[in-house]
C-alpha cells in the first residue's frame, strides 16, 4: 500500500509540473526536456481563392504544413515546397543512383518567389558523405500561379564505413526572396529547409573484409587472347603496307607512260569503260526516239553499231578511234563521244562486230566465262534484230521483237561494262598478281 501511494504522489507532482512549466511527461520511462526550437516554416503568401496547391508526389518527404485561416476571399500557401525523390531506397558503396530535387514556387500577380538556382547546380550541391558525380537540369514547367524546378543529380557512395546503415542525404538550405512586380523591390533573403531523405546501404563484402577493391579478373588466357590480337594487327599492317607497296608501283609505271605518251605524241585511246558508256548512251537515245516515233531502219542501223562496239570489247578486240575535230562529220556506223575535262576531244567509234562473228569467236578457242558467254549471246540474238530490220522494211509486227531485243541487249552491255569499273580490274589485277 506505502508503494502504490507513494507512486500516486510522484505521477501527480510530474503532471504539476508539466502544466506550470510546460515540460513533457513520460510516465513509462524517463523525462526529457524539449531543447530545440521547431524548424520555421514560410512565410504565407496570399492567393486568390479557388487557386490548387501544388501536387505532392507520391513518396515525397516534404512536410505538410497546414495554412493559417485566410480572410474572407483569399487563401493562404506557402511561397516555395521542395522535396526529394530518390530512384531507389537502398543501395550499394559506390552504386550510382538517381536523385531528383523538385521546387514549387509561386508566381502570383503582385508576388514572385526567386529562389537562387546557383546553389544547385550539381558543383555546388554538398550532401556529404553522398557525392553528386553529375547532373542535369529540365525546362521549367509553369502551372499558373505555380513555376514547378526540377534538378536531376547521379549520386553515390564511397565508404567502407556504412555497410548495413541508414545513412541520410542531409537537409538542404534553399535560399528565396520575394520580389513585386511592377515596382521592383526585393525582399530579403530567406531560406527554405528540407528535410534529409534517408538511404540503406547496402554490403558488398563480408563482414571480415576491410576492403572493398574487387580482385582483378585478369587470367593466362586474357594475356593471350591480347597477344594474338597484337599479332594479327601487325601482320594486317605488314599486308597493308605491301599492298600500298605494290599499287604504288602501278601508279608509277602508268604515271611514267603518260609522260612518255605525251612527250611522242601519242593519243592515249579511250579505256573500256566509257566506250562502253558510249554504247549504252546511243542504245537509250535509239529507245527513246522508237518510243516517240517508232522504229526506223536507221535507228535500227544506229542500234546495231553501239551493240557491234560493245561486242568487240566483250572480245577483247580493238575497236577503231579517230580523235578528229568539229569538222568531220559522222559516218553510218560510227558513234561519237568526247574524252578529258579540261580539253575536250572529240572521238569517232566504230567496230565490225558481227553476229556470225560473235559465234564463231565463241567456237573458235575463245572461251569466255558463263556470264560473259551469256551476255555475248544476247547482243549476237540483238545483232541478227536489228540487221534484219535495218537494211529491211520493219513492219509493225516486228516492233515487239525489236524492242524485247533491245532491252535484252542494253542489259547486257550494262553487265559487260560492270566488269570495266575499277574496282573489277582491282580484284582481277591482284588475282593475277598473286597466281590466282
Request: glycine content about 6%; charged content about 20%; proline content about 8%.
Amino acid at each position: 500500500m506505502r508503494i502504490k501511494g507513494s507512486a500516486l504522489i510522484v505521477a501527480s507532482a510530474l503532471l504539476v509540473g508539466h502544466v506550470l512549466l510546460d515540460v513533457p511527461v513520460l510516465l513509462d520511462g524517463p523525462v526529457y526536456a524539449q531543447t530545440q526550437a521547431p524548424p520555421s516554416r514560410p512565410a504565407p503568401v496570399v492567393v486568390p481563392q479557388g487557386t490548387p496547391p501544388p501536387p505532392r508526389p507520391a513518396g515525397s518527404s516534404a512536410p505538410a504544413i497546414a495554412p493559417r485561416a485566410p480572410k474572407p476571399g483569399e487563401v493562404e500557401s506557402d511561397p516555395i515546397r521542395c522535396w526529394w525523390k530518390a530512384d531507389r531506397t537502398s543501395v550499394r558503396v559506390g552504386e550510382k543512383f538517381g536523385l531528383v530535387l523538385t521546387c514549387s514556387v509561386i508566381e502570383t500577380g503582385p508576388i514572385t518567389v526567386v529562389p537562387v538556382l546557383n546553389q544547385l547546380e550539381p558543383g555546388a550541391l554538398s550532401i556529404t558523405p553522398f557525392e553528386v558525380v553529375s547532373g542535369v537540369s529540365h525546362d521549367d514547367v509553369v502551372v499558373s500561379p505555380w513555376r514547378y524546378i526540377q534538378r536531376e543529380y547521379s549520386v553515390r557512395l564511397l565508404s567502407d564505413g556504412f555497410f548495413g546503415q541508414d545513412v541520410t542525404i542531409p537537409a538542404l538550405t534553399v535560399t528565396y526572396n520575394l520580389q513585386e512586380r511592377g515596382s521592383g523591390s526585393q525582399g530579403r533573403d530567406q531560406q527554405y529547409i528540407l528535410p534529409p531523405l534517408p538511404m540503406r546501404i547496402l554490403s558488398l563484402v563480408p563482414k571480415s573484409v576491410d576492403d572493398i577493391r574487387d580482385a582483378s579478373g585478369q587470367t593466362f588466357a586474357s594475356i593471350e587472347s591480347r597477344r594474338f590480337r597484337a599479332s594479327l594487327a601487325t601482320t594486317t599492317a605488314w599486308v597493308s603496307f605491301a599492298f600500298a607497296f605494290v599499287f604504288g608501283i602501278f601508279a608509277l609505271v602508268r604515271a611514267t607512260a603518260q609522260l612518255r605518251a605525251k612527250k611522242k605524241g601519242i593519243v592515249k585511246p579511250l579505256p573500256s569503260s566509257s566506250v562502253l558508256g558510249a554504247s549504252l548512251k546511243a542504245l537509250a537515245r535509239v529507245k527513246e526516239d522508237a518510243s516517240q516515233a517508232g522504229w526506223t531502219s536507221e535507228l535500227s542501223r544506229r542500234a546495231s553499231s553501239a551493240l557491234r562496239i560493245a561486242g568487240a570489247v566483250a572480245l577483247n578486240r580493238p575497236v577503231s578511234q579517230k580523235f578528229v575535230g568539229s569538222e568531220v562529220a559522222e559516218r553510218e556506223g560510227q558513234l561519237t563521244v568526247y574524252s578529258g575535262w579540261l580539253r575536250r576531244q572529240r572521238v569517232l567509234l566504230s567496230a565490225a562486230t558481227t553476229s556470225r562473228t560473235i559465234v564463231s569467236a565463241m567456237n573458235n578457242g575463245h572461251n569466255p566465262s558463263a556470264n560473259t558467254r551469256a551476255n555475248l549471246a544476247s547482243i549476237s540474238d540483238a545483232l541478227g534484230v536489228l540487221s534484219a530490220a535495218g537494211y529491211g522494211r520493219p513492219t509493225k509486227e516486228d516492233a515487239t521483237a525489236l524492242d524485247s531485243a533491245l532491252a535484252e541487249s542494253t542489259q547486257a552491255v550494262r553487265r559487260i561494262r560492270s566488269t570495266t569499273l575499277w574496282p573489277r580490274r582491282t580484284a582481277h589485277a591482284l588475282r593475277s598478281f598473286v597466281g590466282l
